[in-house]
C-alpha cells in the first residue's frame, strides 16, 4: 500500500514540473513578444493574448519534443561542421512552424525567428535559474 503512495507523489510532482516549464515557457514567449517588434502575439489588453502566449509556448514545446529531435538527426553533418550552429537555424525553423500552425502568432522574419528563440533561451534560463540552481532527485 505505501508503494502506490509513492507513485502517486512521483506522478504528481512529474505534473507539476510540466506545469511549472508551461508556466515558464509562456512567460519567456510573452517577454520576447514585449522585447522584438518583429514578434508579435495577438492582442495583449485582452486574455486572449496570454491564452496566445500558452497556444505557443504548447505548440513550441511539441515541435520540439517531436519534430526538431528528427531534424536535428538529419542535419547532423551539418551540425558537426559548424560546430553546432546549425542549430540555431534549426530552433528558427521551429518558431517560423509555429508561427505558421498558431493563428495569432506572427514572426516577421526568419532572423526575427532566431531573436525570438534566443531571447527564449536567456529568458527561460534566467525563469529556471529562481531555484538557486538546485535540481531535484527524480528517482523514485
Do not use: C
Amino acid at each position: 500500500m505505501h508503494h502506490g503512495w509513492g507513485r502517486k507523489a512521483l506522478s504528481y510532482f512529474r505534473a507539476m514540473q510540466l506545469l511549472i516549464r508551461l508556466i515558464v515557457s509562456t512567460i519567456a514567449v510573452l517577454v520576447t513578444d514585449l522585447l522584438l517588434s518583429g514578434v508579435r502575439i495577438g492582442d495583449m489588453e485582452t486574455a486572449h493574448g496570454v491564452l496566445t502566449a500558452l497556444l505557443v509556448a504548447v505548440v513550441l514545446g511539441l515541435l520540439n519534443a517531436v519534430i526538431r529531435p528528427l531534424i536535428i538527426l538529419l542535419t547532423l553533418p551539418v551540425t558537426i561542421l559548424t560546430l553546432g550552429l546549425f542549430v540555431l537555424v534549426i530552433n528558427a525553423g521551429m518558431v517560423l512552424l509555429a508561427a505558421k500552425i498558431v493563428p495569432e502568432f506572427a514572426v516577421d522574419s526568419f532572423w526575427w525567428a532566431l531573436g525570438f528563440s534566443v531571447v527564449q533561451w536567456i529568458v527561460q534560463g534566467m525563469l529556471n535559474g529562481l531555484d538557486g540552481g538546485r535540481k531535484e532527485s527524480r528517482e523514485s
